[in-house]
């Protein structure tokens, strides 16, 4: 989404939104990373659709195959965040006129080995023509009401914690689309964070079942945005005491000149989840991601005030409502 | 779909579902009106997903109010074919860049009236860009196992019927794509029809009811390609005693020399639906239909040979293969 993100596509869905009437029992808010619908006995369904458009979310030299596996990896992200298990997916294609048949066979390839990797089938869909190749993905799972992790849990005191360290896909798309530089070893990390994408399913189930969680939201438009999010649905703001980093962004960034709080704020793509985690039940949570062979990384703690900032040593800097922005305007 | 619907959209999803592993509990095969997901207890949740695309599926004065609103009605439609309640809708949105406020406004009214039409809600949705409009519609459901209409169930012997009459859509695209005449009053039901599409819910879930329906499909694109559909999963044939022409479709036909059979058996985006009734049903399933408000009228019957033709008088026609297409290649 290259307009501004809080002019944008906030503004959009709140445009949208408040023209719906709503349905009496929502179990899950307009706004949060899945819909929900209840079916009683504190048991409900929970919904996802998003899409990947080719030429705002296809990188050069990304494949349909890729693409196609993304376009599944990014929903059942937003099941991860949740804390819910994906159980069917459905895909609605747009295929552009010209598309061969081994353009489709491997899409047929990537959406079933998404959905294979995170333990689900592809049950249905339906295709049509379209002018760019648009890859709808929807998915269904069940949950008891009171185990889906919403955004807005966060309180004061909490820890503040992801699942994994930043940067890597903000550097591997600056690699593909510009003239930037990087070692051979460095490029290909990058790059294949962008190509394959992971979303954190056992670790969001992890941390929904050690019931530590108290808000959750994946990564998908930015560390930065996420938090904005989390904070917004929560009412609360954040203190950032350590920069998530990981090692290849931080090369990158020293090699090219740019800014490494950059990469780790304001990336996107990427899927890593932010939490929020009762301070009482830390060890918990860090224990159930441990054991889900993920691992739970403190970065700061959530505060009362509205406002989102870092302070690391010396270096005070504040966190910008600003997000991941898409391929081309 | 512009491409031969034979080597076209049927090619492309069976190159799609045989690169996909089966669930192995998939209580409804691929290539029906919808999927499904065993929950257990001869229930199922029902699941469907499809997405107009603007410059394929929005035919010229068409405004945005019309085409959120139609791509609801076309996936309840789907339900409508199952006999299966829809609950909830969800939406992905891909809005062009120059697309203004009060466009999204009113796709936010569009969306909200077919849902609301049909007694559900939108529950949630995403937005990102595209380089085109593109509305894709995902609708979630409940049903007991053994009432879903599948495709499949049609025998020699049973009665081939539909909902209501054909060609106002197909003659109504003319009218708005072509140079073609009709009088006033004509031209404003021809291109209402397309405009202002229904599915016909009320008949599908009373036509579920009466459990006397064999086989059932809508008619999105085209009473022919339906009839070579529901013949393929049923391994059955028909033959057509009558031609379900609406009058204004004939009235257009005669005053733009237009074959009257054309327009009926190979329009499409007109959602009536074509159902095969035990004979011993008839009664029940046609009373049910009048008592939920609409008609079910007898056009032929099922044949044990895979054939489709007419004869209707002294006339006899093959129904050829040939499916609705969109608007542009």
Chains 1, 2 share one sequence.
């Not at 992890?206 to 530590?212: E, R, T, V």
Request: overall charge neutral; some cysteine; charged content about 25%.
């Amino acid at each position: 989404m290259k307009r501004d993100k809080i002019l944008g596509e906030r503004k959009i869905i709140e445009l949208i939104v408040s023209r719906l009437d709503r349905m009496p029992t929502m179990p899950i808010p307009f706004g949060d990373d899945v819909s929900a619908y209840d079916l009683g006995n504190e048991k409900v369904a929970v919904l996802k659709t998003d899409m990947l458009v080719g030429k705002t979310d296809i990188p050069p030299g990304m494949s349909v195959w890729n693409a196609a596996r993304k376009a599944v990896v990014m929903n059942i992200s937003d099941f991860a965040a949740k804390g819910v298990k994906p159980l069917a997916v459905l895909v609605s294609l747009g295929l552009p006129p010209d598309i061969t048949k081994k353009d489709i066979e491997q899409i047929g390839n990537g959406l079933n080995a998404g959905s294979r990797e995170y333990g689900t089938f592809v049950v249905g869909g339906d295709t049509g023509e379209a002018t760019d190749l648009i890859i709808s993905v929807m998915v269904f799972g069940l949950a008891q009401k009171e185990e889906v992790v919403l955004r807005s849990g966060a309180k004061p005191g909490d820890i503040l914690a992801v699942t994994g360290l930043f940067g890597k896909t903000s550097a591997g798309l600056r690699l593909l689309l510009g003239d930037h530089k990087a070692s051979k070893s460095v490029q290909s990390v990058l790059v294949d964070s962008v190509y394959m994408p992971s979303a954190r399913l056992p670790e969001g189930l992890a941390l929904a079942q050690s019931k530590g969680v108290s808000a959750s939201i994946d990564s998908s438009d930015g560390l930065a945005w996420s938090l904005r999010e989390m904070g917004q649905a929560s009412h609360v703001g954040f203190v950032i005491n350590y920069v998530p980093v990981a090692e290849e962004a931080k090369k990158f960034a020293i090699a090219n000149k740019l800014d490494v709080w950059d990469l780790t704020f304001y990336g996107g793509e990427e899927y890593e989840l932010v939490v929020t985690v009762k301070p009482e039940s830390w060890k918990k949570a860090e224990c159930a991601v441990k054991n889900a062979g993920g691992q739970l990384l403190r970065i700061g703690r959530v505060i009362a005030d509205k406002e989102i900032f870092a302070e690391v040593g010396r270096e005070r800097r504040n966190i910008e409502p600003r997000g991941y922005e898409h391929l081309i305007r």
